[in-house]
Every structure is written in structure tokens, then in C-alpha cells.
């Protein structure tokens, strides 16, 4: 049985700081990747990894965000940093055993789903 546990959310203020962990288990995940959600939008696409290495960010948190997977440890990170208001949101970890040729950030790409971390950006 496939499980992806999130963690690391929490409450920081503008331009802080959050690392993100999500670890999976029952298979190992080629293509991890980091989605958000707020109420009343739809989820959104953060960062994604595929096996080679190659990785995609979103406009809104390029630079800001670094993605990293341990492959050892089927566990992908989320480094967040100079944190706003508008990146709070819950923070939903997605995977897929598949070998994606690009990092996908449609959420329809993937198989497997976190419960979710909620993250919270004060001014």
C-alpha cells in the first residue's frame, strides 16, 4: 500500500522560512512533486522532480523555493524561503511510480496523494 506522510507546516511570518518533507513508502516514487491549495481555488501546481533530476518550479516561487529528493529515502523536500502571505495555503504531496519524461505540475499526472501540511504566511 502506497503512503506519502507530509510534514514540516507551520506558522511563520513574512519572509520567513519553512522546510517541507514528504516521504513515501510501499513503492519507490520516480516523480515527486509539491502541490498547494487554498479554499475556494483550485490546487496548484508548487515544484516537481522527476527521475533525472530534472526539476520545475512555478513562476510565483521560483527562487524562492528549492526542491530536492532523496532517493534512498523515497523522500522529497521543500525548502521554502522569503515566505508571503499568499503562499500560505495546505501543501499536498504527489507522486507517481511512472518515469515522467518532464516534471509534471497537473495534478491529473498523478496517482498517489498526501494528506496535506498546512503552511501559514502572517504580515
Known amino acids: 500500500q502506497v503512503q506519502l506522510v507530509e510534514s514540516g507546516g507551520g506558522s511563520v511570518q513574512d519572509g520567513g522560512s519553512l522546510r517541507l518533507s514528504c516521504v513515501g513508502s510501499g513503492y519507490y516514487m520516480e516523480t515527486m512533486a509539491w502541490f498547494r491549495q487554498t479554499p475556494g481555488k483550485e490546487r496548484e501546481g508548487v515544484a516537481a522532480?522527476?527521475?533525472?533530476?530534472?526539476?520545475n518550479y512555478a513562476p510565483s516561487v521560483q527562487g524562492r523555493f528549492t526542491l530536492s529528493k532523496d532517493n534512498s529515502k523515497n523522500t522529497l523536500h521543500l525548502e521554502m524561503t522569503s515566505l508571503k502571505p499568499e503562499d500560505s495555503a495546505w501543501y499536498y504531496c504527489?507522486?507517481?511510480?511512472?518515469?515522467?519524461?518532464?516534471?509534471?505540475?497537473?495534478?491529473?499526472?498523478?496517482?498517489?496523494w498526501g494528506q496535506g501540511t498546512r503552511v501559514t504566511v502572517s504580515s
Open positions: 504527489a507522486a507517481d511510480r511512472a518515469q515522467f519524461l518532464s516534471p509534471s505540475l497537473n495534478d491529473d499526472d498523478y496517482r498517489y
Open positions: 522532480i522527476v527521475g533525472s533530476g530534472r526539476i
